[in-house]
């Protein structure tokens, strides 16, 4: 009974130190970011900060946020637009003078956006386009809507293909997501519409938006097995770990992979022997979304009209591209202080020009 | 003076999550300089409660007969998806009715299972979710566009008429819990079936008449969701289950149920766990810490308020 007692009381102890605690951070420290205080603050809604993307775009977001004077706070792990939209409402409630979100569901952006709009702040998408119509229609048609910036989604599919192509593989394995999510459809589109275009036998498994890391392993090993043939895979989301994982599963067997995201030991995963090629880089969409967003918030907006922005993907097919990657983007190295506050003040066709250039090239040479 | 020590002694554990709730709105508001206590902040988590409270308010039927149910994802998921998908057939207005008669479907599903096959609530409101989720998404998975809600309903998502129907549901289902016969013979049920079956209560009906009315809520909350999300997606009602059984408890309910159950702590417990998000965020914290008190919260809270004597063999 005593020892019931004691256990009470230090959990009652521990519930109380920890929310004191966090409750002792500010919002720069919380963010990681190193911002003025007195600067604008931006709420950023993402999957999480903790996956091989996540964390990159959270590196990215907190280097520049700092450059710029910019506080960051982030809310994360929020997947239905019913949960992303009270994170809105609490950002804004934390004093949130724009929102940057990756949004889940395509056909709630209108929602989201009335929310901020409500607010009277801005509002700017990453890593996504809007494909639904009435969505978009009223997002664009919005003074309170930045933009988007996504990436050119089909083009990356059709050379993921053509890559397994060239390994050899005949035979395709897709491990696909659900669709509504407007990215990943368009991804699974491009490649399937290339894969009927060259008849080429493929398999499908889909899993839900939210699947972990272990059922991505349990769906590939299901299609694997019901389609033994199958000797090249295309991973459509590798996020939440799922890539590490599936490069795990596939050790030792004379399968191919090609996936969109960043596995945690990039090199390991090319050193593996079954990866031959990764689609990444994205972290620098939200850094680009960030500007363009900076820009709306200080009423000097790089287009009287909403934004849409392409963000280029870098391409990596061997254990050298993955070790000058790790060696480019272990910290962000892409823009300087200096290059950001000239990327605030260029004009749309400049800024457009400039995520064009964008490149594992482009960066390791500035790294030179 | 002895007299308030001894009542105190005896009701802490009553009113420790009330005491909790001040306590937290205190404690934000001194630390966020009064930033939490903005009226549109307050606004902002009366309007992000309504749909808890509103889906609450049905769950603490079934937890006061003892059960736990853990199936409300796959609730909202599917009778979200077989309400929009229903305005595609039948016109807008078969939203509302396609989604409440899921919703009590589903609900029922679980009470009928749990009773005639006497499997356990909370491993057939696992096969409930699961089918729920899994239905959704696969027909939304292979649709080639998305499901919104029809746009002659896009002024109904407003704070009146969400504060309304949380209201209305407090009055409502206050009384019917702890005033008719349902809510107490519900209880009675909770807190030993072969009793009250002894004194002549028809456990069945009465275990079949609570999830009709969780049905019946979970039919509004999730009207109440799909209005305020606009669309749905595969992954509407994420979480759902897990935020609502960690409100319930941290406002007191009992995962034993019986006659301790209040629908007080429903309301309390949602209430302190958005005030405790919203602060958290208002203040900054990193979201891997929110979630990490979140957890720390919720042991703290089983730990202090369960009821140990409702489960004699657990102990």
């Given amino acids: 009974m005593k020892m019931k007692k004691i256990i009470r ?42 996956d091989g993307l996540g964390a990159d775009a959270k590196t990215a977001l907190d280097t520049v946020a700092a ?41 709630s952006n209108d929602e989201y956006l009335k ?6 702040i801005p509002m700017q998408l990453m890593f996504r386009n809007i494909v639904d119509q009435d969505a978009y229609d009223y997002c664009m048609a919005s003074d309170q809507f930045a933009g988007y910036v996504s990436e050119d989604e089909q ?19 897709l491990v696909d997501r659900e ?59 590798g996020s939440n770990g799922a890539i590490d994982a599936i490069i795990t599963d596939l050790e030792g067997k004379d399968i191919k992979l090609t996936s969109f995201d960043t596995p945690a030991d990039i090199k390991a995963g090319f050193e593996g022997g079954n990866l031959c090629m990764l689609t990444t880089g994205a972290q620098i969409d939200p850094v680009y979304a960030m500007i363009n967003l900076y820009n709306k918030m200080n009423d000097a907006p790089k287009a009287d009209t909403p934004t849409e922005l392409d963000s280029n993907y870098i391409y990596m097919t061997s254990v ?39 490149s594992l090239e482009m960066v390791s040479e500035k790294m030179k | 003076m002895k007299k308030f020590v001894g009542f105190a002694k005896r009701n802490l554990k009553d009113y420790l999550p009330i005491l909790a709730l001040i306590f937290v709105i205190v404690l934000f508001a001194i630390l966020s300089n009064g930033q939490t206590l903005n009226t549109n902040n307050i606004k902002q988590i009366m309007l992000q409660s309504c749909t808890y409270i509103v889906a609450g308010l049905g769950i603490i039927f079934t937890m006061s007969l003892g059960n736990m149910d853990m199936s409300l994802d796959g609730i909202v998921c599917l009778s979200a998806f077989l ?7 039948f016109g807008p207005w078969a939203m509302f009715g396609m989604i409440i008669v899921a919703a009590i479907m589903c609900e029922l599903v679980i009470g009928g299972i749990n009773i005639l096959l006497g499997i356990n609530s909370v491993i057939v409101s696992f096969a409930v979710s699961f089918f729920g989720k899994g239905v959704a998404g696969y027909i939304i998975g292979n649709r080639s566009t998305g499901l919104s809600v029809p746009s002659v309903f896009n002024g109904l998502y407003s704070k009146t008429l969400f504060y309304a129907i949380a209201i209305v549901s407090i009055i409502v289902l206050s009384v019917v819990f702890h005033y008719t016969k349902l809510g107490k013979r519900t209880m ?128």
């Fill in chain 2, 83 to 89: 309400g929009l998908q229903a305005t595609e057939q």
């Fill in chain 1, 67 to 107: 450059d710029l004077g910019v506080n960051l706070i982030y809310r994360t792990g929020s997947f239905d637009a019913d949960s992303q939209t009270t994170d809105i409402e609490n950002l804004i409630s934390a004093g949130a003078e724009g929102i940057l979100i990756c949004p889940i569901v395509d056909a």
């Fill in chain 1, 9 to 50: 009381t230090i959990l009652a102890v521990v519930m109380v130190m920890c929310m004191l605690a966090a409750c002792g951070g500010n919002k720069a420290s919380s963010s990681g970011s190193t911002a003025s205080a007195d600067g604008p603050t931006i709420g950023v809604i993402i999957w999480s900060t903790d």
């Fill in chain 1, 320 to 358: 050298e591209d993955a070790q000058n990657y790790e060696k480019c983007f272990s910290e962000f190295n892409t823009y300087t202080a200096d290059e950001v506050k000239e990327l605030v003040d260029m004009d749309l066709d400049a800024f457009k020009t400039e995520m064009k250039n964008y």
């Fill in chain 2, 188 to 315: 009675a049920i909770g807190s030993n079936p072969t009793a009250a079956k002894a004194a002549g209560i028809n456990v069945t009906k009465f275990k079949l008449l609570a999830y009709l009315v969780a049905g019946i809520m979970m039919g509004i909350a999730t009207t109440m969701i799909v209005l305020r999300s606009g669309a749905i997606g595969a992954t509407t009602g994420a979480g759902f289950h897990i935020t609502m059984l960690l409100m319930m408890v941290i406002g007191g309910a009992s995962l034993t149920g019986g006659t301790k159950e209040k629908i007080y702590s429903v309301v309390v417990g949602v209430l302190l766990f958005l005030c405790l998000e919203n602060g958290l965020t208002v203040l900054g914290a990193d979201p891997n810490v929110i979630g990490l008190i979140e957890g720390i919260i919720f042991l703290a809270s089983v730990t202090l308020t369960f009821d140990r004597d409702g489960v004699p063999y657990i102990l």
């Fill in chain 1, 155 to 173: 083009s990356a599919a059709v050379a993921m293909v053509d890559k397994l192509l060239e390994e050899g593989c005949t035979t395709f394995g």
């Fill in chain 1, 115 to 120: 929310t901020c709009e409500d607010a009277d």
């Fill in chain 1, 179 to 237: 669709s509504g999510n407007a990215v990943i459809d368009r991804r699974q589109t491009g490649y399937k519409e290339y894969l009927d275009e060259k008849n080429i036998t493929y398999y499908e498994t889909i899993t839900t938006n939210t699947a972990t890391a272990t059922e991505m392993v349990d769906a590939t090993d299901q299609l694997l097995a019901a389609n033994p043939d199958i000797d090249g895979i295309i991973l459509s989301s």
